[in-house]
């Protein structure tokens, strides 16, 4: 064989073909005798030989009524303007506002695992980094939905872009809206890069796999691997890449929901004018991101018989992590009412007795209930190492953190400083349309990717079986 047509993998194959991660009890990464071969036959077969299982049709079936739900509330936007919806004069955002902060808050989750955990060096995101990055892809692009919808007329989103114009048109850049702009646009094409180029391997080796079952499907994965061959100098300039975006998409975790919670911090609205809100609100994301990689890792694992590559541990880190930021979190909320009450302003004081035993108090302790009380159920290994439990409590906290931002964005406004402007607000079928359709977009575009490309990574579960080994074994295997 020519030297040059030597390829990395081929290299890594002939020394450690037989190479096993063997069973080391509850704190294993990756369970059962797996080697390289059977690793990658396991994730690829979900994508390239195994049926199909009903429960994915059943889910693509439900996201996808949802996602016509969806359309359908946009059209008749479109034709009727905002009026369907139930805003009114103290209450100028509701929904739109609510849910943009609410589905942002997911997609952090998602760069977090794959990004800061990756210059961390923590072995444990493997398993969960692949659908945790496209779980943030498919939010954010829910979360995009809502600034364009709140117009009422989509095309005027021409007249909000900075550039130069015969009218002089120019967006007001001291608002935290414009802001948003710019941080949501730059995290969204970081974490797709990210995601993309972390996909680039596994592409190759489902282009090679599926050669002889599908050339319409072996000509789709080998556009997408860019001509990958796993040389050494492919893998040099790979790994250069993805740690650049990774240190790139870093910042942008922290800085994205700092901005996000400038849109309320900036004024001088009691309530919003919170110094505590940049750190609040980048918790409450990874808090709200966990419980959603949570909420879809654990039917996954058990639909794909996955607990091999997804086990205990990794589902015990996650609830670790969600138990710190629910404690930061709840934390925020402490240091709200105790400001309100040292501040001895009149306003931020009505606010908060208003917030918590005024016409909406029923959700602030409903609140506390999903975001407090059911997170302490994590001190317990128990409940930590049950995916049943765990998966119960984030459904708490997924209601939670909505609700959260109910509480911020509806308590605060619907009771202004005249009496006279005070009304109630709640959300039309519209309103409600518009949001569970979001979620059948979401459901829909990840049910897609199940299907489509490989939810764990292959190449990285190899590097996983690699670093699990025994030097014993290693010198053996060679």
């Avoid at 690829?44 to 889910?59: A, C, D, N």
């Avoid at 929904?95 to 695992?113: C, K």
């Avoid at 794909?304 to 138990?323: E, P, S």
């Amino acid at each position: 064989m020519d030297p040059a047509t030597i390829t990395m993998d081929m290299i890594i194959m002939a020394e450690h073909s037989t190479a096993t991660a063997p069973e080391q009890g509850d704190d294993v990464l990756i369970r059962g005798r797996h080697t390289y071969d059977t690793v990658t036959d396991k994730i690829s077969s979900i994508v390239l030989t195994r049926k199909t299982p009903v429960q994915w049709m059943i889910g693509l079936g439900v996201g996808f009524t949802l996602l016509m739900v969806f359309l359908f509330s946009a059209t008749v936007l479109l034709v009727k303007g905002v009026g369907i919806w139930g805003l009114n004069v103290p209450v100028a955002w509701g929904f739109a506002i609510i849910n943009f902060v609410w589905w942002i808050g997911i997609g952090h989750a998602g760069t977090l695992i794959s990004a800061i955990l990756l210059l961390l060096n923590q072995d444990w995101r493997t398993s969960i980094n692949r659908f945790a990055e496209a779980m943030t892809l498919f939010a954010v692009a829910c979360a995009g939905m809502f600034p364009l919808l709140h117009l009422g007329r989509i095309w005027v989103f021409y007249w909000l872009m900075p550039y130069p114009n015969t009218l002089a048109l120019w967006p007001q850049f001291r608002s935290p809206l414009v802001w948003d702009v710019f941080a949501v646009t730059t995290y969204a094409l970081t974490s797709l890069l990210f995601w993309y180029v972390g996909l680039i391997p596994d592409f190759a080796t489902l282009r090679d796999r599926a050669r002889e079952k599908s050339k319409l499907a072996a000509m789709a994965y080998g556009m997408l691997a860019m001509g990958w061959r796993g040389s050494a100098r492919h893998w040099l300039r790979y790994e250069r890449a993805y740690m650049l975006l990774a240190g790139l998409a870093t910042p942008l975790v922290l800085s994205v929901h700092t901005i996000v919670s400038f849109d309320f911090a900036v004024s001088l609205l009691p309530g919003w004018h919170a110094t505590i809100f940049p750190p609040y609100f980048v918790a409450g994301a990874v808090f709200a991101g966990f419980a959603m990689v949570l909420t879809l890792c654990i039917p996954l694992r058990k639909i794909y018989n996955l607990k091999d590559l997804i086990t205990d541990k990794h589902l015990d880190n996650m609830a670790k992590v969600m138990l710190a930021t629910g404690l930061i979190v709840v934390y925020g909320y402490a240091m709200e009412a105790f400001t309100a009450w040292y501040s001895a302003a009149g306003f931020e004081q009505f606010m908060m007795k208003n917030r918590m035993f005024g016409p909406y108090g029923y959700t602030y302790w409903l609140l506390l209930t999903c975001n407090f009380l059911a997170v302490q159920a994590l001190w317990s290994r128990k409940v930590r190492s049950s995916a049943i439990a765990l998966f119960i409590v984030s459904m708490f906290v997924n209601v939670g953190m909505w609700l959260e931002r109910f509480v911020i964005v509806v308590t605060s406004l619907h009771r202004d400083f005249l009496t006279s402007s005070w009304d109630m607000y709640a959300g039309t079928i519209w309103d409600w349309g518009l949001f569970i359709g979001t979620i059948g977009l979401f459901l829909t575009l990840m049910f897609m990717f199940l299907r489509l490309m490989p939810m764990i990574s292959i190449f990285e579960m190899r590097d996983l079986i690699h670093k699990t080994r025994g030097d014993d074994d290693a010198h053996q295997d060679s």
